[in-house]
C-alpha cells in the first residue's frame, strides 16, 4: 500500500498547487483564521455557534467525504489514483471557510484575476498539448486518439471476417475496447482485462458460443501478455491508426485477434483468466 499511498498524496499535492499557491498570494492563510481586515460593510446579526458548527460539519462532510471514501478504496488497489481529481471540487471552498471571514474589495479583486489566470492558462496549455500531438508529432494521449476510426476500423474487420456476426463481446485494453464497445451497433458487453471474475456477467460458454474481438496496445497494455496469448491461438492482425499530418509521427499500431463465434469452450477457457 505504501507505493499508492505516494503517489495519492503526489496526486493531491499536484492537484492542490495552483490552490495554495493563488490564497498565499491573496494572503488567505487558514491557520491564522480571521487575519487581516474586515470589510467595511454592515455586519447581520451573528449566527449561532450551534448552527455555525452544523454547517461547518456538513460542508466538512460533503468535501471531504467522497474522498475519504475513495482513498479508502485507493489504497487497496480498487481505484486509480486520478480517479481523486473530481473529488476535489469543493476544496476551495474550505480554504474560505478556514479563512474565517469575507474578503475585503482588493483582496476578492486579486482572487478573482488570479482564479480567471489559472482557468485561461489550463485550458491555453491543454490545447497546446493537443496542437503539439497533432502538429509536432508528440505521442498523444488516450483521449487525442482518433476514435471514430479505430471503432470503424476495427468493427469492419469483426464484420468481414465472422460473416456479418454481431459483435457481442469486446476485450483486451479496457480504454481500446470501450472505444469499440461504445460505437458498435451491436451494444457488446466488455470483458474486462480478458478477467472472468471482473465481469461475471460473461462465461466462457458466452464467449465461445458469441466469439469476441480482442484488442491491444502491445507497448502499454498492462495485459500484454494476456492478449499475446489470445492471439497466439486466434487469427487476428494489425491495424494502424494516424493521428497527426506529420510524417514523423508514428501511427498508433493495435493489435486484434477473434475468437470466431461457435469456438469450443475448452479453447476460449485456455486463454481467460
Not at 196 to 207: G, K, M, N, Y
Not at 241 to 263: E, H, L, Q, W
Request: a positive charge; aromatic letters at 8%; one cysteine or more.
Amino acid at each position: 500500500a505504501t507505493p499508492r499511498l505516494a503517489e495519492f498524496v503526489t496526486v493531491i499535492l499536484a492537484d492542490h498547487a495552483l490552490l495554495i499557491a493563488l490564497a498565499f498570494a491573496v494572503g488567505i492563510r487558514p491557520w491564522r483564521r480571521g487575519n487581516g481586515p474586515r470589510p467595511a460593510v454592515p455586519q447581520e446579526a451573528p449566527i449561532p455557534s450551534r448552527e455555525r458548527a452544523r454547517a461547518a460539519a456538513f460542508l466538512v462532510l460533503m468535501a471531504l467525504g467522497p474522498f475519504l471514501l475513495t482513498a479508502f478504496g485507493g489504497v487497496f488497489g480498487l481505484v486509480r489514483a486520478k480517479w481523486f481529481v473530481p473529488m476535489f471540487n469543493l476544496s476551495g471552498l474550505l480554504v474560505v471557510f478556514a479563512w474565517g471571514h469575507e474578503p475585503d474589495a482588493a483582496r476578492l479583486r486579486k482572487l478573482v484575476a488570479g482564479a480567471l489566470a489559472v482557468a485561461v492558462s489550463t485550458a491555453a496549455l491543454g490545447g497546446l498539448e493537443a496542437v503539439a500531438s497533432r502538429g509536432l508529432g508528440f505521442p498523444p494521449t488516450r483521449i487525442d486518439w482518433p476514435q471514430a476510426a479505430i471503432a470503424d476500423v476495427l468493427f469492419d474487420t469483426w464484420d468481414a471476417a465472422t460473416d456479418h456476426k454481431p459483435l457481442k463481446v469486446v476485450s483486451g485494453d479496457k480504454w481500446i475496447a470501450g472505444l469499440v464497445g461504445i460505437s458498435a451497433t451491436d451494444d457488446p458487453s466488455i470483458l474486462t482485462d480478458l478477467w472472468l471474475d471482473a465481469s461475471p456477467w460473461i462465461t466462457p460458454e458466452r464467449v465461445a458460443r458469441d466469439g469476441m474481438l480482442v484488442m491491444c496496445h502491445l507497448p502499454t497494455s498492462p495485459i500484454a501478455s494476456a492478449c499475446k496469448a489470445v492471439m497466439a491461438r486466434f487469427p487476428g492482425g494489425q491495424r494502424s491508426f494516424r493521428y497527426s499530418d506529420n510524417p514523423a509521427a508514428k501511427p498508433i499500431v493495435i493489435d486484434y485477434a477473434i475468437v470466431p463465434p461457435g469456438t469450443p469452450v475448452a479453447d476460449v477457457r485456455a486463454v481467460l483468466q
